[in-house]
């Protein structure tokens, strides 16, 4: 006997019921969120009342929130450009076959199998000028006066080079993949009309590489827009408020100073600077490998 006919028309429900559950696990947080906004939700008032758009006004008209945002976009354009050059760098360094490159590859994933808050704890620990190793290297090379990360310089740079030590091996993977994915005949053509290593990598590869490279880019900035627990765990926003960015400020609206509806105003605008910038990426992403497709 075949299968009854109500089971088959049960079965494609059965089988997306999952997508459905977890679709509903997504956006009924972010509607009850997008509901705070609207709310003036605190601690301080037991009975909330509608508010509108107020939320956004105030925040919007703040210092504060335009500290946040200069603080994160500037923390996110020079981390993924850092990142972006060096882990190209590292790409292209490892795809020659030598055996220190094959050695150095098998390490090249171990900062990502450590989770970002740890890194972070981890690198807090290093740079403490009465404990760290930094501080004696730096003074070994004639360098004084190493604070750590006293200073709002030294907290964004440092900031910078965590993150950068973290997901830069993630950048380098996705650009070997590239590279060793790329055929070979221009190549050598190049190599037979004599072409120098710099006009090579600037007329071939990059060209050929640049939709790896564009998919890594757009990770890393998204993920650079919403970072929290690296800076965080580093200098807790400090000193002062020199690296505080837009998920740190919602977080202390949010949790330290129990004032939720700004604080979830804080996250809402923040997801739409990163869904702004992730769709005009993948936009300028689509139209790259559109031409790459039309050039092969």
């Known amino acids: ?106 390490f090249l994933i171990v900062p990502l199998m450590v989770a970002p808050i740890i890194a972070a704890i981890m690198w807090k620990l290093i740079l403490l000028p009465e404990v760290g190793w930094v501080r004696p290297i730096l003074s070994a090379a004639g360098v004084e006066g190493y604070r750590g990360t006293d200073s709002a310089l030294a907290a964004f740079f440092w900031s910078v080079v965590v993150d950068a030590w973290l997901y830069t091996p993630f950048v380098a993977i996705l650009a070997l993949v590239g590279l060793r994915s790329l055929p070979r005949s221009p190549f050598e053509a190049a190599a037979v009309d004599g072409a120098n290593w710099w006009l090579t990598f600037r007329r071939l590869i990059l060209p050929m590489l640049w939709p790896y490279i564009l998919v890594a880019v757009i990770f890393r900035f998204m993920d650079c827009l919403k970072v929290f627990d690296i800076i965080y765990g580093l200098t807790a926003g400090g000193p002062g408020d020199a690296t505080t960015t837009l998920q740190i400020s919602a977080y202390l609206e949010a949790i330290t100073y129990a004032r939720y509806s700004r604080g979830m105003t804080f996250m809402l605008i923040l997801w739409v600077v990163v869904y702004a910038s992730s769709f005009v990426l993948v936009r300028y992403l689509g139209r790259v490998q559109s031409r790459a497709a039309g050039s092969v």
């Open 1 to 106: 006997m075949g299968t009854p006919r109500w089971r088959r028309r049960l079965r494609p429900y059965l089988l997306a019921m999952p997508a459905v559950l977890l679709c509903v696990g997504i956006l009924y947080p972010f509607f009850v969120g997008v509901g705070y906004t609207v709310f003036n939700f605190s601690d301080a008032n037991r009975t909330p009342s509608f508010v509108g758009v107020r939320n956004f006004v105030d925040i919007l008209s703040s210092d504060t929130f335009w500290h946040s945002a200069q603080v994160t976009v500037s923390f996110a354009v020079v981390a993924t450009v850092v990142e972006t050059v060096v882990g190209v760098g590292i790409a292209l360094l490892l795809h020659r076959s030598s055996l220190v490159a094959r050695i150095l590859e098998r």
